[in-house]
């Protein structure tokens, strides 16, 4: 009687509802994931999730004298706030998809205004770094994790005849490989950045 009340707690100890053994059988075997499993997947959000937002994605750079020039002016991009820590050594800079002429004048307003900015891109610079022959994994090679981040485009090809002309890194050019119609390009750090337009991904 203990041997088998022993089993039977070992087994309910070890269990798992079937449908937990059937995503990680599926998950070691390769297979993939289904559509319909992803979706199964999903939660409904909680109530007090409703004003969330993404906000930001921070990359730390080693030059801020070749990163702000790459993404204003190759980019794009508005500089929306910066922001200077002298006692700790290091300076913030958040750039955004935004109308220059809508940044408000009075630098804690705009502090605040940036920091309600959709999809912005914090870099940071550690003071001193533009000295140091060391560079930061873009997560690109091993140990993989991070990849990119993806700038949508009016037209592919004309945006990167102008890349070409401005000398910019390319990984993969609209023509290459199987899935063409999309680029990626590098930033002065080695960064991904993925170019595409919206009916070429879909």
Not at 32 to 50: A, D, N, R
Not at 105 to 133: H, I
Not at 143 to 167: K, M, N, S, T, Y
């Amino acid at each position: 009687m203990l041997t088998f009340a022993r089993l039977n707690f070992n087994y309910l100890k070890n269990f798992k509802p079937i449908n937990t053994l059937l995503i990680q059988s599926r998950a070691m075997s390769g297979a993939g994931i289904s559509p319909q499993e992803v979706e199964s997947l999903c939660q409904t959000p909680h109530p007090s999730t409703k004003d969330f937002m993404f906000q930001q994605t921070m990359y730390r750079i080693k030059d801020p004298r070749k990163s702000i020039p790459f993404y204003t002016g190759v980019l794009g991009m508005t500089l929306l706030k910066q922001l200077h820590f002298p006692e700790m050594k290091f300076s913030l800079f958040f750039m955004g998809y935004e109308n220059p002429a809508e940044i408000p004048k009075d630098e804690k307003a705009r502090a605040a205004w940036a920091m309600t900015r959709k999809a912005t891109l914090e870099l940071t610079y550690n003071w001193g770094t533009e000295s140091d022959d060391s560079c930061y994994h873009n997560g690109n090679s091993d140990p993989r994790g991070f990849g990119h981040i993806g700038v949508l485009v009016p037209d592919v090809d004309e945006a990167c005849a102008r890349f070409e002309q401005q000398g910019v890194k390319f990984i993969k050019r609209p023509q290459d490989g199987k899935m063409k119609g999309l680029a990626f390009i590098q930033d002065p750090d080695g960064y991904w950045i993925e170019i595409f337009k919206a009916d070429v991904v879909s």
